[in-house]
């Protein structure tokens, strides 16, 4: 904004000294008025009122004219030397379009810091430029060369694995039918938790997401993989994968933690085997084996964990 140039010798001067205290108060707001419209020391006489607020506003105006403060003109008065000190009307423009620019050009540029960051983060670029498993960069390199070795094997060599998941095809051997994982111990869970900060057993999570064209952030530390992997154990990687595809086809999702609430309430996988293990009649109730019994543990935490997710949700 503009800025009224005084000097510091100004009240002392004689032509001040001697004015008296409205006349005073009008000569500074004019000069304040001039500058802040850009009138370049033009005041005119219906504009007195709003200049300031003082008795007798024509004798007060006529002191500032007799005193040689300012001259008469058209319709008004000429603040005396106004453009000696301060600037006009076209400098004041320029300086305020060059700041306005300057500015605009400050905010463009963190704009683009801030995008740049986001997307870096939603690809998986950790601070130290390693590439993630769930990178797009990682995903087509694997992609264009399952493709190549295709094109190049003969015709009864194995399709690639351009989606595992979701056209059932696979390099490898067959995969046996999914079972429960036990759930790791937070000391289990920081030994098995590999520098990128994902733990292997979420990594097969976050491939086939990666895979399906769901490119999220996973923002969990420590504990806060405890729920994941426990839904992992319990719903399984393909009805998770499957999920989170139809939500990612009708939203805008940035992290993986928007999938919570509808993962914890998937069903849970099947038990191995065509019907469950028979249990003795009047005995204490038990699970049939270890694993069992872990599967159990599994989905009692995930109830616990599916009513905090709903009571969070109420609130």
Same mark, same amino acid.
Request: net charge positive; hydrophobic share 25%; glycine share 6%.
């Given at each position: 904004m503009p800025w009224v140039r005084l000097d510091d010798r100004f009240p002392t001067h004689r032509k001040v000294a001697l004015l008296s205290d409205r006349a005073f108060r009008l000569y500074v707001s004019g000069l304040c008025w001039s500058s802040e419209n850009l009138t370049e020391g033009r005041i005119l006489t219906r504009e007195l009122p709003f200049i300031a607020r003082v008795r007798g506003l024509k004798t007060v105006a006529k002191e500032l004219e007799d005193a040689g403060l300012w001259d008469p003109a058209d319709g008004g008065w000429t603040i005396h030397d106004y453009l000696e000190y301060n600037p006009d009307r076209a400098?004041?423009?320029?300086?305020?379009?060059?700041?306005?620019?300057?500015?605009?050009?400050?905010?463009?540029?963190?704009?683009?810091?801030?995008?740049?960051?986001?997307?870096?983060?939603?690809?998986?670029?950790?601070? /130290?430029?390693?590439?993630?498993?769930?990178?797009?960069?990682?995903?087509?390199? #694997?992609?264009? @060369?399952?493709? =190549? *070795?295709?094109?190049?094997?003969?015709?009864?060599?194995?399709s690639s694995q351009v989606n595992a998941f979701r056209n059932g095809v696979s390099n490898g051997a067959?995969?046996?039918?999914?079972?429960?994982?036990?759930?790791?111990?937070?000391?289990?869970?920081?030994?098995?938790t590999p520098a990128s900060g994902i733990p292997d057993q979420a990594r097969p999570l976050v491939d086939h997401l990666t895979a399906a064209g769901v490119i999220v952030r996973w923002p969990f530390r420590g504990n806060e993989w405890f729920p994941l992997l426990a839904l992992i154990?319990?719903?399984?990687?393909?009805?998770?994968?499957?999920?989170?595809?139809?939500?990612?086809?009708?939203?805008?999702?940035?992290?993986?933690?928007?999938?919570?609430?509808?993962?914890? /309430?998937?069903?849970?996988?099947?038990?191995?085997?065509?019907?469950?293990?028979? #249990?003795?009649? @009047?005995?204490? =109730? *038990?699970?049939?084996t270890p694993q069992a019994a872990r599967r159990q543990a599994s989905r009692d935490y995930l109830d616990q964990l599916t009513e905090q997710l709903r009571a969070g949700g109420q609130q």
């Open positions: 400098k004041v423009q320029a300086e305020r379009k060059s700041n306005a620019e300057r500015q605009k050009a400050w905010r463009d540029r963190k704009k683009e810091e801030r995008e740049a960051a986001r997307n870096a983060d939603r690809n998986g670029v950790t601070e /130290e430029g390693s590439s993630q498993g769930n990178s797009t960069t990682a995903t087509r390199t #694997r992609h264009d @060369g399952d493709t =190549t *070795a295709l094109r190049n094997g003969s015709e009864n060599q194995p067959p995969s046996p039918a999914p079972s429960p994982t036990p759930s790791p111990t937070e000391k289990e869970l920081a030994s098995r154990a319990d719903r399984g990687i393909p009805a998770m994968v499957d999920h989170a595809t139809k939500v990612a086809a009708r939203t805008s999702v940035e992290s993986a933690k928007y999938f919570l609430n509808g993962w914890a /309430e998937l069903p849970p996988m099947p038990e191995p085997g065509n019907r469950p293990a028979l #249990r003795t009649v @009047g005995a204490p =109730t *038990a699970p049939a």
